[in-house]
């Protein structure tokens, strides 16, 4: 009999979710109100820049993007997913190129956010306050977001989830040069999407090619893309209903907080990754991380809240629409 979570996860894309009608507001775990307020649509503000804050709204569903000094958490009314690794599609044109170039992770997180911005130009939403925030989480390997029950309860063994932030990056396997990446991070069996560039013909392909097939690989069972876009759609994407993704990142934020991608020492041929060549096991195990995946930081926002400086109530910005 199939899993409750994975009928979520597998809903087709011509269904229509009967959606609750709930504003942006009620989708706001009471313990980050002091921090983050309703904007508009699906979106919150807050001005308060700390790992500790986005490592929680991120455990918490929400995609952090950011405008000129505000951070603007998105939780989306219609996620565009792949579930993995049953609806992941991979053209035959997108295989054959693929051996030309190489794949890494977290070899190179400053030149990924250079070459994003330098791509996405004005639209870009990496401000230098999220980016900081991001090479936080980053750099620290892992932040473990504690998961706060709704009703408290003191017997409960406390509950926490790792939040792993990730750069990605393809390279052209002739040159050496650095071609395509985004940035991304898990949570649980859940990696999301962040912001990505491409240089190259058909390198973006390629690096979203590689990535889906390395996380089916690893056993993740959802690719979250954000806002849904035609080229998703290409990779065999859906929509997935707001309270179905949530509960799904509920149901494996903690028991699959294991999952991890290998990084930063092994760099795999494109080709290789597409057609699974390479096992889950030698993988991680090229990259020392069979039995640890680096320092950690273990704080919360709920225990330890970020100075009273960065928090609080503040104005509302100016509402400009963003894309992700």
Not at 22 to 43: A, K, S
Not at 53 to 59: D, G, H, I
Not at 64 to 74: E, F, Q
Not at 237 to 243: G, K, N, Q, V
Request: aromatic share 8%; with cysteine; glycine share 8%.
């Amino acid at each position: 009999m199939t899993k409750p979570q994975e009928r979520a996860v597998s809903t087709p894309r011509r269904n229509r979710w009967k959606q609750k009608k709930v504003g942006i507001e009620g989708y706001i775990p009471p313990y980050l109100r002091r921090f983050v307020t309703p904007y508009h649509g699906d979106f919150c503000y807050t001005r308060t820049y700390h790992f500790r804050l986005v490592a929680q709204l991120m455990m918490e569903g929400f995609l952090p993007i950011a405008t000129d000094g505000v951070m603007l958490p998105k939780l989306h009314s219609e996620r565009c997913v792949v579930t993995l690794p049953e609806s992941l599609h991979i053209s035959k044109s997108t295989r054959k190129k693929s051996k030309k170039f190489r794949f890494s992770v977290n070899r190179a997180f400053d030149r990924v956010v250079e070459e994003c911005r330098r791509q996405h130009g004005h639209r870009c939403w990496l401000y230098p306050e999220l980016v900081e925030v991001f090479k936080q989480i980053h750099q620290a390997g892992q932040v473990n977001a504690v998961v706060v029950p709704k009703t408290p309860n003191t017997d409960a063994r406390q509950e926490s989830c790792p939040v792993r932030l990730y750069s990605i990056e393809v390279w052209n396997d002739e040159t050496g040069d650095l071609v395509a990446g985004e940035l991304g991070y898990t949570v649980g069996s859940i990696y999301t999407s962040l912001t990505g560039f491409s240089s190259q013909d058909s390198a973006g392909s390629v690096q979203l090619a590689a990535l889906g097939r390395l996380l089916s690989t690893l056993g993740f069972s959802l690719w979250d893309l954000g806002m849904d876009m035609a080229y998703k759609q290409s990779l065999g994407s859906h929509l997935m209903a707001r309270d179905d993704f949530l509960e799904h990142v509920k149901n494996v934020r903690v028991s699959k907080g294991h999952l991890v991608l290998p990084a930063p020492v092994g760099i795999f041929n494109c080709k290789d990754l597409i057609d699974q060549v390479l096992s889950a096991e030698s993988m991680l195990a090229t990259s020392g991380l069979k039995s640890s995946v680096g320092p950690e930081l273990r704080h919360s926002v709920c225990h330890t809240p970020p100075p009273a400086s960065q928090g609080g109530s503040s104005p509302e910005p100016n509402k400009k629409k963003r894309r992700n």
